[in-house]
T-cell receptor, first 114, second 113 residues
Framework: GAVVSQHPSRVICKSGTSVKIECRSL??????MFWYRQFPKQSLMLMAT?????????EQGVEKDKFLINHASLTLSTLTVTSAHPEDSSFYIC??????????FGSGTRLTVV | TQLLEQSPQFLSIQEGENLTVYCNSS?????LQWYRQEPGEGPVLLVT?????EVKKLKRLTFQFGDARKDSSLHITAAQPGDTGLYLC?????????????FGQGTTLQVKP
């Protein structure tokens, strides 16, 4: 089946630094990837939609200058959290879309900003 | 804005009991998906329902899509401790080109042995 590899699985960074999270579709081409954020015991909140070769579309309330998304190829999308602060600590999950109903999720990245 | 209201948000039951989780919206969805998520992992797809009135079964799990395609339910028969987890419904939102998924609030299920 389709697999999305997400790295790193856990990262701890200092406040003010930037962190990059990668998502790769291993056996399919994901023209569209989605980035979600999840707080403890809560559901997934869509942050942005990235399409290969074009600018990402951000959901209302999500700072595009803080959460930089790049989807340079059909198999790789990256999310960079810039100037991270403790309130950015969360579980970030990506999802690659294949076909009309095929969504494959990465295993998530636990970001802790200290 | 398309929203999915999922209930209940928390459920703690004894092994062997039955339960139903509901996912409701005032909007029509082209499809609805149900996922299960373990702590520290990404959601795993359980089922996709597309046709209004559709019923799908996955062992002890029964999924139903409302006739009007605005709601869905997940019924678990004879729950087991291994069913413990976060259950999420998600519907396709936006245009057919964007294909983004909007998630309900989730149902945290705990099955006690």
């Amino acid at each position: 089946g389709a697999v999305v590899s997400q790295h790193p699985s856990r990262v701890i960074c200092k406040s003010g630094t930037s962190v990059k999270i990668e998502c790769r579709s291993l056996d399919f081409q994901a023209t569209t990837m989605f980035w979600y954020r999840q707080f403890p015991k809560q559901s997934l909140m869509l942050m942005a939609t990235s399409n290969e070769g074009s600018k990402a579309t951000y959901e209302q309330g999500v700072e595009k200058d803080k959460f930089l998304i790049n989807h340079a190829s059909l198999t790789l999308s990256t999310l960079t959290v810039t100037s991270a602060h403790p309130e950015d600590s969360s579980f970030y999950i990506c999802s690659g879309r294949q076909g009309s109903y095929g969504y494959t999720f990465g295993s998530g990245t636990r970001l802790t900003v200290v | 804005t398309q929203l999915l209201e999922q209930s209940p948000q928390f459920l703690s039951i004894q092994e062997g009991e039955n339960l139903t989780v509901y996912c409701n919206s005032s909007s029509v969805f082209s499809s609805l998906q149900w996922y299960r998520q373990e702590p520290g992992e990404g959601p795993v797809l359980l089922v996709t329902v597309v046709t209004g009135g559709e019923v799908k079964k996955l062992k002890r799990l029964t999924f139903q899509f409302g006739d009007a395609r605005k709601d869905s339910s997940l019924h678990i028969t004879a729950a087991q401790p291994g069913d413990t987890g976060l259950y999420l419904c998600a519907g396709g939102a936006g245009s057919s080109n964007t294909g983004k998924l909007i998630f309900g609030q989730g149902t945290t299920l705990q099955v006690k042995p």
